[in-house]
């Protein structure tokens, strides 16, 4: 009942609002671009007295002009300036600006400004973005682009559509929240996840590692991943296709049109296709005969993927009461084959599984609702399903043999189950600007989880006929001081209620309270420090507590987590002989985590349980260094390391104190890096025409599969060292791209969790067309 009285509440407030704003004010945005419809990011846009700087993608937007009559003045390095009278009407007004290049240009004219990634960087929070613009010419999907980044992991379970571990800064799995534009996906289903989302759909891919922004609203315990698609142009179409190893299909289509009166259609579109058919090193023996073969090379033969997706938004733009209003509708289908369990001593041949997303959204956006106000709100609800099938009454082999049970227990647990996973979501966010340096932000965060589900082969099982419910609440609140380009700070608070039930017995409810601070300083322009503390709380999420129905059991038992993460970092920016820039990015990591939440494999080791640990401690670091020299050569490195403390002094099962206290962590990498190269040839074969050339190396060091210190066979997984390799060949300045790419190039054996094996060698073509018209 609080939760509906809250909303109601804040539907009140934003009504009050909106009847508030109805003022006679002036608007006015635009894009200021070159000859070529390229925008010009750090252009400076006048109109009278007012001042504005266009974004990464060319835009302006000047909120609230007091006058009628206007005289627009736009200048950037290395163009002709422009100026010009407009008459401007009530509401939004649009001029988008042309700059042709001055007559005098030097050569290499280096223009001064700050991409949106860059921009990102410089938060007080420990944070990385990627500019996935950089990108979108490669098969990467963005748990790809992820795992270049410095303290980042991401360990897969196979190939395509696979299940996946992000490991970050020692924090792994639901330690971990992922947001589209804000916006949570906890609730986006099976067909929407970071390892089989398109790199083309983000713009830029944000990192917070350890201390969370409040705006995300998330009970994140160790980090968060924020993927911003943007609106970075208003008519445009960006459609790829690639083909490669192991029958490897993907296809994106990006599009958007808007109105010059604000009325705007976007859509993303995507599909994933592959057999995952490679070669895997296992120890295998024939069902039927018992022999037995040790290390033999197999090629799976039970893995397909494939999944569908189609995001599609209609609504309106930079209009008086909404800089953003859209409704659309999220759908996605997917089909997977469950080759093995937890570990590859398991192995199935026929088990598989499907799920569907149908999900309404609702966006809404307004800076300067009333003067220093901003406010965002989201809704959407998921009503699709997902069936586990499992009716093929035979064990087999790696070889592809099957030997039938006798039994109807099917290859685990017979069962045609199909149930829906519905999940609601609203968020409300509102900042203040008290003054310049002053705001003030309040941001809440609803969630609801409904599992509810039938099996035709066990209609009597009382176990599906309970109702599994969840219920959360995350309200936070915060201040933020800033003096721009010197020095920022945050402090906030988070409140945190969840309530779940399973059945009509089983009921819990938990209450946590969180805070923090983030703050940096510049000592040069060039030279910026970091540092944040925050005392965090996360909330088991339904799939611990349910389980997922394929490889993980649930854990009704599961207490919350929390953690005390604090951050200490730096940013430095120089160049030598100014064709020479060097980027460097160090952090320093503490964490003390209590009734920390990890995964271990059940009784019989043929699935994962999520558990709680009394106690984890994680200190460490990462540093990235990128370097470039003109505008030809690119390179850069990072290394991470982390030492992950199991800090449990007593166990059930052993009289005195743990043989495993104040071990390492098992099944977690603790040192491991990236390395790049980049050259860039302009102009080759025509004008407008570039060459780009590249490689990228990953190094993981090995690592222990069980605990250090319990004796026996430890298992170690080996160092792993990977080499990709990429031709990308682009044509009138962008519009056509062809692109080879060659990952795993020695063939490397790839492990990920408890040793399970990824792809070996594989070699991709992506073809890409672009065309943008503002």
Same mark, same amino acid.
């Given at each position: 009942? +609080?939760?509906?009285?809250?909303?109601?509440?804040?539907?009140?407030?934003?009504?009050?609002?909106?009847?508030?704003?109805?003022?006679?004010?002036?608007?006015?945005?635009? =894009?200021?671009?070159?000859?070529?419809?390229?925008?010009?990011?750090?252009?400076?846009?006048?109109?009278?007295?007012?001042?504005?700087?266009? %974004?990464?993608?060319?835009?302006?937007?000047?909120?609230?002009?007091?006058?009628?009559?206007?005289?627009?003045?736009?200048?950037?390095?290395?163009?002709?300036?422009?100026?010009?009278?407009?008459?401007?009407?009530?509401?939004?007004?649009?001029?988008?600006?042309?700059?042709?290049?001055?007559?005098?240009?030097?050569?290499?004219? /280096?223009?001064?400004?700050?991409?949106?990634?860059?921009?990102?960087?410089?938060?007080?929070?420990?944070?990385?973005?990627?500019?996935?613009?950089?990108?979108?010419?490669?098969?990467?999907?963005?748990?790809?682009?992820?795992?270049?980044?410095?303290?980042?992991?991401?360990?897969?379970?196979?190939?395509?559509?696979?299940?996946?571990?992000?490991?970050?800064?020692?924090?792994?799995?639901?330690?971990?929240?992922?947001?589209?534009?804000?916006?949570?996906?906890?609730?986006?289903?099976?067909?929407? +996840?970071?390892?089989?989302?398109?790199?083309?759909?983000?713009?830029?891919?944000?990192?917070?590692?350890?201390?969370?922004?409040?705006?995300?609203?998330?009970?994140?315990?160790?980090?968060?991943?924020?993927?911003?698609?943007?609106?970075?142009?208003?008519?445009?179409?960006?459609?790829?296709?690639?083909?490669?190893?192991? *029958?490897?299909?993907?296809?994106?289509? *990006?599009?958007? &049109?808007?109105?010059?009166?604000?009325?705007?259609?976007?859509?993303?579109?995507?599909?994933?296709?592959?057999?995952?058919?490679?070669?895997?090193?296992?120890?295998?023996?024939?069902?039927?005969?018992?022999?037995?073969?040790?290390?033999?090379?197999?090629?799976?033969?039970?893995?397909?993927?494939?999944?569908?997706?189609?995001?599609?938004?209609?609504?309106?733009?930079?209009? !008086?009461?909404?800089?953003?209003?859209?409704?659309?509708?999220?759908?996605?289908?997917?089909?997977?084959?469950?080759? $093995?369990?937890?570990?590859?001593?398991?192995?199935?041949?026929?088990?598989?599984?499907?799920?569907?997303?149908?999900?309404?959204?609702?966006?809404?956006?307004?800076?300067?609702?009333?003067?220093?106000?901003?406010?965002?709100?989201?809704?959407?609800?998921?009503?699709?399903?997902?069936?586990?099938?499992?009716?093929?009454?035979?064990?087999?082999?790696?070889?592809?043999?099957?030997?039938?049970?006798?039994?109807?227990?099917?290859?685990? !647990?017979?069962?045609?189950?199909?149930?829906?996973?519905? /999940?609601?979501?609203?968020?409300?966010?509102?900042?203040?600007?008290?003054?310049?340096?002053?705001?003030?932000?309040?941001? *809440?965060?609803?969630?609801?989880?409904?599992?509810?589900?039938?099996? /035709?082969?066990?209609?009597?099982?009382?176990?599906?006929?309970?109702?599994?419910?969840?219920?959360?609440?995350?309200?936070?609140?915060?201040?933020?001081?800033?003096?721009?380009?010197?020095?920022?700070?945050?402090?906030?608070?988070?409140?945190?209620?969840?309530?779940?039930?399973?059945?009509?017995?089983?009921?819990?409810?938990?209450?946590?309270?969180?805070?923090?601070?983030?703050?940096?300083?510049?000592?040069?322009?060039?030279?910026?420090?970091?540092?944040?503390?925050?005392?965090?709380?996360?909330?088991?999420?339904?799939?611990?507590?349910?389980?997922?129905?394929?490889?993980?059991?649930?854990?009704?038992?599961?207490?919350?987590?929390?953690?005390?993460?604090?951050?200490?970092?730096?940013?430095?920016?120089?160049?030598?002989?100014?064709?020479?820039?060097?980027?460097?990015? $160090?952090?320093?990591?503490? #964490?003390?985590?209590? %009734?920390?939440? &990890?995964?271990?494999?059940?009784?019989?080791?043929?699935?994962?349980?999520?558990?709680?640990?009394?106690?984890?401690?994680? =200190?460490?670091?990462?540093? /990235?260094?990128?370097?470039?020299?003109?505008?030809?050569?690119?390179?850069?490195?990072?290394?991470?390391?982390?030492?992950?403390?199991?800090?449990?002094?007593?166990?059930?099962?052993?009289?005195?104190?743990?043989?495993? &206290?104040?071990?390492?962590?098992?099944?977690?990498?603790?040192?491991?890096? *990236?390395? %790049?190269?980049?050259?860039?040839?302009?102009?080759?074969?025509?004008?407008?025409?570039?060459?780009?050339?590249?490689?990228?190396?990953?190094?993981?060091?090995?690592?222990?599969?069980?605990?250090?210190?319990?004796?026996?066979?430890?298992?170690?997984?080996?160092?792993?060292?990977?080499?990709?390799?990429?031709?990308?060949?682009?044509?009138? %300045?962008?519009?056509?791209?062809?692109?080879?790419?060659?990952?795993? =190039? $020695?063939?490397?054996?790839?492990?990920?969790?408890?040793?399970? +094996?990824?792809?070996?060698?594989?070699?991709?073509?992506?073809? #890409?067309?672009?065309?943008?018209?503002?």
């Amino acid at each position: 009942m +609080q939760y509906i009285k809250f909303y109601v509440t804040v539907l009140s407030f934003c009504g009050a609002l909106c009847c508030h704003a109805q003022v006679d004010h002036f608007e006015l945005s635009g =894009f200021v671009t070159d000859a070529g419809h390229q925008p010009l990011h750090g252009a400076t846009v006048k109109i009278n007295s007012l001042t504005a700087i266009a %974004d990464a993608d060319g835009r302006y937007h000047f909120p609230d002009i007091r006058q009628r009559q206007v005289q627009v003045a736009v200048t950037a390095v290395g163009f002709e300036s422009y100026t010009g009278k407009r008459t401007l009407t009530r509401g939004a007004n649009t001029l988008n600006i042309m700059l042709r290049p001055q007559t005098n240009e030097l050569a290499t004219v /280096e223009v001064m400004g700050l991409t949106k990634a860059q921009e990102v960087n410089r938060q007080a929070y420990n944070v990385t973005a990627i500019d996935a613009t950089k990108l979108y010419n490669s098969t990467m999907d963005i748990s790809g682009a992820l795992d270049r980044v410095a303290g980042i992991r991401v360990r897969e379970s196979g190939g395509v559509g696979s299940n996946f571990n992000l490991s970050l800064n020692g924090f792994t799995g639901n330690h971990i929240r992922y947001f589209i534009d804000g916006i949570p996906m906890d609730n986006f289903g099976s067909s929407f +996840q970071i390892n089989n989302i398109p790199i083309n759909t983000a713009e830029r891919i944000e990192v917070y590692k350890g201390v969370v922004p409040m705006w995300l609203g998330s009970d994140a315990l160790g980090g968060a991943i924020n993927i911003v698609t943007g609106d970075r142009y208003r008519n445009f179409v960006d459609a790829s296709y690639s083909y490669g190893s192991f *029958n490897t299909h993907r296809t994106v289509i *990006n599009t958007a &049109y808007t109105s010059e009166g604000g009325f705007t259609v976007r859509l993303n579109a995507y599909q994933n296709y592959s057999d995952n058919n490679y070669k895997v090193m296992v120890d295998a023996a024939d069902i039927n005969t018992g022999a037995y073969a040790p290390g033999t090379k197999i090629r799976r033969f039970h893995d397909t993927y494939h999944n569908e997706a189609l995001i599609t938004n209609v609504g309106v733009v930079d209009k !008086s009461f909404a800089d953003q209003l859209l409704v659309g509708i999220t759908l996605g289908k997917n089909y997977k084959e469950i080759q $093995t369990g937890a570990r590859m001593v398991s192995v199935f041949g026929g088990w598989h599984r499907r799920g569907t997303t149908i999900m309404p959204t609702l966006k809404y956006k307004k800076e300067n609702l009333i003067k220093g106000l901003d406010v965002i709100v989201n809704a959407n609800y998921n009503l699709g399903s997902e069936q586990n099938i499992d009716t093929v009454n035979a064990r087999f082999d790696w070889f592809g043999n099957s030997k039938p049970t006798g039994t109807n227990s099917g290859e685990r !647990s017979r069962s045609l189950y199909k149930y829906r996973n519905n /999940e609601g979501l609203s968020t409300a966010s509102f900042n203040y600007r008290i003054a310049d340096r002053h705001s003030l932000s309040l941001n *809440n965060n609803f969630s609801t989880f409904r599992r509810e589900g039938s099996d /035709e082969l066990n209609p009597t099982n009382a176990q599906y006929e309970r109702q599994k419910r969840t219920y959360k609440n995350v309200l936070g609140f915060g201040y933020n001081y800033d003096i721009e380009d010197l020095w920022s700070t945050t402090v906030f608070l988070k409140h945190i209620h969840q309530n779940n039930r399973d059945g009509a017995d089983a009921h819990n409810a938990m209450d946590k309270l969180g805070y923090g601070i983030a703050s940096a300083y510049y000592l040069t322009p060039r030279f910026q420090l970091k540092a944040s503390y925050e005392l965090t709380n996360r909330m088991p999420t339904a799939y611990e507590i349910f389980g997922d129905v394929e490889n993980q059991e649930g854990n009704f038992q599961l207490n919350p987590e929390r953690s005390n993460n604090a951050n200490i970092g730096m940013n430095y920016d120089f160049s030598l002989r100014h064709s020479h820039h060097f980027s460097l990015h $160090t952090n320093l990591i503490y #964490r003390r985590a209590y %009734d920390y939440i &990890y995964y271990r494999l059940n009784n019989n080791q043929s699935k994962t349980v999520a558990d709680n640990r009394d106690g984890v401690e994680t =200190f460490g670091g990462d540093a /990235e260094l990128r370097y470039s020299f003109k505008n030809w050569l690119m390179a850069g490195a990072t290394l991470t390391y982390q030492h992950i403390m199991n800090t449990q002094k007593y166990e059930e099962g052993y009289s005195g104190i743990s043989p495993v &206290y104040r071990d390492q962590m098992p099944n977690i990498p603790y040192l491991f890096g *990236n390395a %790049d190269v980049a050259v860039v040839l302009q102009n080759v074969g025509r004008q407008g025409n570039t060459l780009n050339i590249g490689y990228n190396l990953l190094f993981v060091h090995d690592f222990y599969l069980y605990w250090p210190s319990r004796g026996g066979d430890k298992l170690d997984i080996p160092q792993q060292i990977s080499h990709d390799f990429n031709v990308v060949y682009s044509v009138q %300045d962008g519009r056509y791209n062809i692109a080879l790419e060659a990952k795993n =190039f $020695t063939d490397t054996r790839m492990y990920d969790n408890f040793s399970l +094996q990824k792809p070996s060698r594989g070699f991709y073509l992506n073809l #890409r067309y672009f065309i943008n018209k503002k």
